[in-house]
Nanobody
Framework: QVQLVESGGGLVQAGGSLRLSCAAS????????MGWYSQAPGKQRELVATISSGGTTNYADSVKGRFTISRDNAKNTVYLQMNSLKPEDTAVYYC?????????WGQGTQVTVSS
């Protein structure tokens, strides 16, 4: 089992920045890819960014050039640096990890961007 705890959400004005963190614990050696997903009110959860165990990254088109995902394997933590935030980025952001057998999810952290 893997446990994920997110932090770093909050309220920010448009154009501002936030950094989300996700700390993994438990059977961390089983983790392959990690990522961030967002879910806005009334919408489905969607991919924001992912990073493989080897460091390969993938981004949703809507965040390319603004968000950066990174991973510190020594700290078992994945980060999402969010710059140039827009009101449409407002959502609950969830951390995800997979071990090749199943997905694990954090509890989510709210990001609100005011115009």
């Amino acid at each position: 089992q893997v446990q994920l705890v997110e932090s770093g959400g909050g309220l920010v004005q448009a154009g501002g920045s936030l950094r989300l963190s996700c700390a993994a614990s438990g059977n961390i050696f089983s983790i392959n890819g990690m990522g961030w997903y967002s879910q806005a009110p009334g919408k489905q959860r969607e991919l924001v960014a992912t990073i493989s165990s080897g460091g390969t990254t993938n981004y949703a088109d809507s965040v390319k050039g603004r968000f950066t995902i990174s991973r510190d394997n020594a700290k078992n933590t994945v980060y999402l640096q969010m710059n140039s935030l827009k009101p449409e980025d407002t959502a609950v952001y969830y951390c995800n990890a997979d071990d090749g057998l199943q997905d694990y999810w954090g509890q989510g952290t709210q990001v609100t961007v005011s115009s």
